[in-house]
């Protein structure tokens, strides 16, 4: 199965919006141009529980999003359902600009997870931009006696369906992360789902479970205090925070690339010129030094995007997903 690169289809530099784009997105249906938006406090709806490494980097944008506008940016966590109570929420809410979505890749996930989701991605949301992606990292508890991902992968090998792997719940981007991970090398191993990665990390630290694909954020505290091994991130490049970590394209898997992304959405029919006013901002904001220092603490890369971009990609990963998602055979109702 061919491994698609998570940022081939954003924009990384800044998006330069002149008074000719913001025209032509008034001229477009915009129900007041970009300047009389926003008026009042905009709520930024984050679908997972409040203190998670989705809410953490949610709440970063948010802030700062509220300096420039000159309105806060209230977060409003409804979790539950992979995201999905959050994300029908907001596909169902005013197409007006004050209430936004915090999406994570869980969206493009949840039409091959679920029978019956409440919304449709691809008519109900107008995307606004991507924001950043968390990388994975391959972690193993420190008994299995590997120091790299061949070694890994050997090991496991000869030892077939005496291994586990964990994850943060079925058909969490961890979990079909090391799905891909296990089939592309052959591997046969056990997966142990959890309700959060948090859990998960708690029995792999305990042995109870022997490695995993990861959130970086997540397993960071455990692999620098050495009661993990990260073996290698699924970034495209290396990461400055662990800089001797290889990637899974430079240890045998080129194209390998997964993460967990994150953009804004807002519900389909608003205004043209809301649109722009809210990526030119969300994209000011993550070419600031400020963000992207914290953003950096999480384990988080800046991203960045147009509309158009984030629309083409959010497109493409459903497509990708729901063959991953098929070949797991994981469904979640």
């Given at each position: ?312 990609y959010v497109q493409k990963e459903l497509k990708r997903w729901a063959g991953v998602v098929k070949a797991t055979g994981v469904?979640?109702?």
């Amino acid at each position: 199965m061919p491994f698609i690169a998570q940022r081939r289809f954003f924009t990384h530099a800044a998006v330069a919006l002149t008074a000719l784009a913001a025209s032509a997105a008034f001229a477009q249906g915009a129900a007041a141009p970009p300047g009389a938006y926003p008026t009042k406090p905009v709520t930024m709806v984050v679908p997972f529980p409040p203190g998670g490494p989705t809410d953490l980097i949610a709440r970063v944008l948010a802030q700062t999003l509220g300096e420039q506008l000159g309105q806060p940016v209230l977060v409003d966590n409804r979790g539950g359902a992979n995201g999905n109570i959050g994300a029908n929420y907001v596909a169902k809410a005013p197409a007006d600009g004050y209430t936004i979505l915090y999406n994570t890749s869980s969206i493009t996930l949840s039409p091959s997870l679920y029978k019956n989701v409440p919304y449709d991605v691809s008519k109900d949301f107008a995307p606004v931009a991507s924001v950043a992606v968390v990388p994975l990292g391959l972690v193993v508890n420190p008994s299995v006696p590997v120091n790299t991902v061949g070694e890994f992968i050997a090991y496991a090998k000869a030892n077939p369906g005496k291994l586990s792997y964990g994850s943060a719940g079925n058909g969490n981007v961890t979990h079909l992360g090391a799905f891909q991970f296990v089939q592309a090398n052959g591997i046969e191993a056990t997966h142990v789902p959890y309700k959060g990665s948090a859990p998960a990390d708690v029995d792999l630290v305990g042995g109870q479970i022997q490695f995993m694909t990861d959130t970086v954020n997540s397993v960071m505290p455990f692999v620098r205090d050495k009661r993990l091994k990260m073996l290698a991130v699924t970034t495209g490049k290396r990461m400055a925070l662990f800089p001797d970590v290889p990637t899974l394209a430079e240890s045998g898997m080129p194209g390998f690339e997964v993460g967990a992304w994150q953009g804004v959405m807002a519900p389909a029919g608003t205004p043209a010129a809301v649109v722009t006013r809210l990526n030119a901002e969300i994209v000011k904001a993550l070419n600031s030094t400020a963000v992207r220092e914290r953003l950096a603490l999480q384990g988080a890369e800046p991203l960045g995007s147009t509309p158009a971009a984030y629309g083409a990609y959010v497109q493409k990963e459903l497509k990708r997903w729901a063959g991953v998602v098929k070949a797991t055979g994981v469904t979640l109702d």
